[in-house]
C-alpha cells in the first residue's frame, strides 16, 4: 500500500487527484491526453506531477520530445496509487450504497462471440436502473478478461471457453452452451450437406482466430481431439474480417452456432452447414469472488443471478 507522507512545511500530502494524474499520464503515456481524461488543462496537471517528483525526491516519468515512459520509481508508485484509487472508489461505493444508492464504476468485459446475452440490452436496462453508476466496456480474450478480473482491472465478464475448461480464480456462472457451425461461401461444395464430419473437411483451407486465444483453441483442440491436422491459412481476430474472407471462397470456419446464425440469416453470400463432431464452447458469466463491489452486485441483480453476500 502507499504511503501519505508529508509534502511540504504546509503539512500537504499526496491526494487522490495526484494519484489519478499520474496513473493517467501513465496509461496514456501521453500529458495531454492524460489532462483530458481528467478534464483539467495540461499546465495544471504537468505542475502537479512536477511537484509530486520534487517531493518524493524521484522522477516517475522519463520525458523526452516523442515519449513519455515510466520509472522504475514511477511504476512502483502506479501499482500503488492504483491501490490507493481502488479502495476511494470503494469506500464511496460502499457509503453510497449504504443508503440504497448504488454509485460507482462497473468495467464490463465482454469477448466479441457473445451470444448468451445480449449486450447491449443488457447495458441500457442496467443504465436505466442505476443511472449514477459509470459503465466502462471493452472486449478481449476470455483468459485475458479473467485474468483482468483476478486483478481486479475487470469487475465483471461475458466469456467463452472450450467445453471443459472452466475460467480460475474466479466466480463463474454457465450461461450457455453451444456447438460450433462450419461457415463456407454461399458457392461452396458443401452447401446443402445435411451435415459433415472433421475428417470430411480437414483437407479444406481455414479462416480462424489468432494461435493461442481461447477461440481458437475451441476449435483447435477438436481437431487435435480427433487425430487431424488441418490448414488455417488466415488468422484474424475480428469477425468481420473472418466473414469477409469466408464470402469471398479463400476459406471456411468453424464458428459458434448461437452467434453466426443471425449474422449468416441476413448474409446471402455465407451458408451455414452442422458439424457432427465440431467443437463445443460454454459461455460464462464471471466475477470477482472476494467482496465485489456494489455496482458488481447490482450487475448481478439485473442478469438474474442471486447476489453474493
Same mark, same amino acid.
Given at each position: 500500500?502507499?504511503?501519505?507522507?508529508?509534502?511540504?512545511?504546509?503539512?500537504?500530502?499526496?491526494?487522490?487527484?495526484?494519484?489519478?494524474?499520474?496513473?493517467?499520464?501513465?496509461?496514456?503515456?501521453?500529458? %495531454?491526453?492524460?489532462?483530458?481524461?481528467?478534464?483539467?488543462?495540461?499546465?495544471?496537471?504537468?505542475?502537479?506531477?512536477?511537484?509530486?517528483?520534487? *517531493?518524493?525526491?524521484?522522477?516517475?516519468?522519463?520525458?523526452?520530445?516523442?515519449?513519455?515512459?515510466?520509472?522504475?520509481? &514511477?511504476?512502483?508508485?502506479?501499482?500503488?496509487?492504483?491501490?490507493?484509487?481502488?479502495?476511494?472508489?470503494?469506500?464511496?461505493?460502499?457509503?453510497?450504497?449504504?443508503? &440504497?444508492?448504488?454509485?460507482?464504476? @462497473?468495467?464490463?468485459?465482454?469477448?466479441?462471440?457473445?451470444?448468451?446475452?445480449?449486450?447491449?440490452?443488457?447495458?441500457?436496462?442496467?443504465?436505466?436502473?442505476?443511472?449514477?453508476?459509470?459503465?466502462?466496456?471493452?472486449?478481449?480474450?476470455?483468459?485475458?478478461?479473467?485474468?483482468?478480473?483476478?486483478?481486479?482491472?475487470?469487475?465483471?465478464?461475458? @466469456?467463452? @471457453?472450450?467445453?471443459?475448461?472452466?475460467?480460475?480464480?474466479? *466466480? %463463474?456462472?454457465?450461461?450457455?452452451?453451444?456447438?460450433?457451425?462450419?461457415?463456407?461461401?454461399?458457392?461452396?461444395?458443401?452447401?446443402?450437406? +445435411?451435415?459433415? %464430419?472433421?475428417?470430411?473437411?480437414?483437407? *479444406?483451407?481455414?479462416?480462424?482466430?489468432?494461435?493461442?486465444?481461447?477461440?481458437?483453441?475451441?476449435?483447435?483442440?477438436?481437431?487435435?481431439?480427433? /487425430?487431424?491436422?488441418?490448414?488455417?491459412?488466415?488468422?484474424?481476430?475480428?469477425?468481420?474480417?473472418?466473414?469477409?474472407?469466408?464470402?469471398? /471462397? @479463400? &476459406?471456411?470456419?468453424?464458428?459458434?452456432?448461437?452467434?453466426?446464425?443471425?449474422?449468416?440469416?441476413?448474409?446471402?453470400?455465407?451458408?451455414?452447414?452442422?458439424?457432427?463432431?465440431?467443437?463445443?464452447?460454454? *459461455?460464462?458469466?464471471?466475477?470477482?469472488?472476494?467482496?465485489?463491489?456494489?455496482?458488481?452486485?447490482?450487475?448481478?441483480?439485473?442478469?438474474?443471478?442471486?447476489? +453474493?453476500?
Amino acid at each position: 500500500m502507499l504511503a501519505m507522507a508529508p509534502m511540504n512545511s504546509n503539512d500537504d500530502c499526496v491526494d487522490l487527484q495526484q494519484m489519478r494524474y499520474v496513473v493517467a499520464v501513465a496509461e496514456t503515456r501521453n500529458f %495531454t491526453r492524460a489532462a483530458e481524461l481528467c478534464s483539467v488543462v495540461q499546465s495544471s496537471l504537468s505542475h502537479r506531477i512536477a511537484g509530486l517528483e520534487r *517531493e518524493l525526491g524521484v522522477k516517475l516519468f522519463a520525458r523526452s520530445s516523442r515519449r513519455v515512459q515510466l520509472t522504475s520509481a &514511477g511504476a512502483a508508485f502506479v501499482a500503488g496509487a492504483r491501490e490507493c484509487l481502488a479502495a476511494a472508489d470503494r469506500a464511496v461505493a460502499d457509503a453510497a450504497a449504504a443508503t &440504497g444508492v448504488v454509485r460507482g464504476r @462497473l468495467s464490463v468485459g465482454v469477448i466479441v462471440t457473445a451470444a448468451a446475452v445480449d449486450v447491449p440490452d443488457l447495458l441500457r436496462r442496467y443504465r436505466d436502473q442505476y443511472p449514477d453508476v459509470r459503465v466502462v466496456l471493452r472486449s478481449g480474450r476470455s483468459d485475458e478478461m479473467a485474468a483482468a478480473i483476478r486483478n481486479g482491472d475487470l469487475d465483471i465478464a461475458f @466469456l467463452g @471457453l472450450p467445453e471443459g475448461e472452466r475460467p480460475s480464480g474466479v *466466480e %463463474t456462472i454457465a450461461l450457455d452452451h453451444d456447438q460450433h457451425v462450419l461457415v463456407v461461401p454461399a458457392g461452396h461444395r458443401l452447401v446443402g450437406t +445435411p451435415r459433415v %464430419t472433421l475428417p470430411e473437411i480437414t483437407e *479444406e483451407t481455414f479462416v480462424d482466430f489468432v494461435a493461442g486465444t481461447p477461440a481458437r483453441a475451441q476449435s483447435d483442440q477438436a481437431f487435435t481431439d480427433a /487425430g487431424l491436422v488441418r490448414d488455417v491459412a488466415y488468422e484474424v481476430g475480428v469477425v468481420e474480417l473472418m466473414t469477409r474472407l469466408i464470402a469471398r /471462397g @479463400l &476459406g471456411i470456419a468453424l464458428m459458434p452456432s448461437a452467434f453466426i446464425r443471425p449474422l449468416a440469416a441476413g448474409d446471402p453470400e455465407l451458408a451455414l452447414v452442422p458439424v457432427v463432431d465440431g467443437p463445443r464452447r460454454v *459461455e460464462y458469466l464471471a466475477w470477482s469472488r472476494f467482496s465485489p463491489s456494489p455496482a458488481t452486485r447490482a450487475m448481478l441483480g439485473v442478469l438474474g443471478v442471486r447476489s +453474493p453476500a
